[in-house]
């Protein structure tokens, strides 16, 4: 009788935090402006594909509305949170929305004093 050995997978579960979040665009104007912004700041790559566009950042980002709505020739408060959801397709990470900006936490952890979320254990 013959034996047959599998091979093993090179896809091996990972469960260590990888510090990465981020999101992706409709590959249409705005979202292409909006891609053009957030690739400026540190620690962020944009990666255009054919129908969409991919921002990924370690630790943290922010899309700051105004920063958007200059770079589309807009008066301040044109871009906001609405049209940023309307943009963005995907997420990953914690998004927290604030007036002013969305932002983006790789670790829920790190969200926590925006969520009023208490990390002391339970007493």
Same mark, same amino acid.
């Given at each position: 009788m013959t034996q047959f050995k599998v091979a093993q997978s090179p896809?091996? $579960?990972?469960?260590? $935090?990888?510090? @990465?979040c981020?999101?992706?665009l409709m590959n249409n104007q705005i979202g292409v402006v909006v891609a053009e912004v957030m690739k400026t700041k540190p620690g962020v790559? *944009?990666?255009?594909? $054919?129908? @969409?566009?991919? *921002?990924?950042?370690?630790?943290?980002m922010d899309v700051v509305y105004d920063e958007v709505s200059e770079a589309l020739g807009e008066e301040p408060g044109f871009f906001d949170?609405?049209?940023?959801?309307e943009s963005m397709s995907t997420h990953y990470?914690? @998004?927290?929305?604030?007036d002013d900006?969305?932002?983006m936490f790789a670790n829920p952890e790190d969200a926590a004093e925006y969520l009023g979320f208490d990390l002391r254990p339970g007493r």
């Open positions: 896809f091996k $579960p990972d469960s260590s $935090p990888s510090n @990465m981020g999101f992706t790559r *944009v990666t255009p594909l $054919p129908s @969409m566009i991919r *921002v990924d950042a370690t630790n943290r949170m609405a049209q940023f959801e990470g914690r @998004m927290i929305h604030e900006r969305t932002i």
